[in-house]
């Protein structure tokens, strides 16, 4: 049985840093692809990041040059850094693990290539 779990998510001023970690059993973290997505209040689920099982990292225009995806192949965790945090960052954020089929890059942003998924870790960041 495939279980994600998200940790690390809690509250951060504006410019600040945080970093989250979804521990995975069940499922190969090393030769999948996995993604981080978000969601808001009153919003749709947003793709944050994705890193694919050749390990090239991709990266919403939001996000970009702030967020950091990695996985940790030692411990089998998909990682998250982020920085230069805004209040629009703010979100419950959920860690993805994809079809083992290696689905092409282009798709990785589609949470229909996404069975697997963790219940989520809430990121508040204030002003």
């Known amino acids: 049985q495939v279980q994600l779990v998200e940790s690390g998510g809690g509250s951060v001023q504006a410019g600040g840093s945080l970093s989250l970690s979804c521990a995975v059993s069940?499922?190969?973290?090393?030769?999948?692809?996995m993604a981080w997505f978000r969601q808001a209040p009153g919003t749709e689920r947003d793709w944050v990041a994705n890193?694919?099982?050749?390990?090239?990292?991709t990266y919403a225009d939001t996000v970009k040059g702030r967020f950091t995806i990695s996985k940790d192949n030692a411990y089998n965790t998909l990682n998250l850094h982020m920085d230069s945090l805004k209040p629009g960052d703010t979100a419950m954020y959920y860690c993805?693990?994809?079809?083992?089929?290696?689905?092409?890059?282009?798709?990785?942003?589609?949470?229909?290539?996404?069975?697997?998924w963790g219940q989520g870790t809430q990121v508040t960041v204030s002003s």
């Open positions: 993805a693990a994809a079809y083992t089929f290696c689905p092409r890059r282009a798709v990785l942003m589609q949470e229909e290539m996404y069975p697997y």
């Open positions: 890193i694919d099982c050749d390990g090239i990292t």
């Open positions: 069940g499922y190969t973290v090393t030769t999948n692809a």
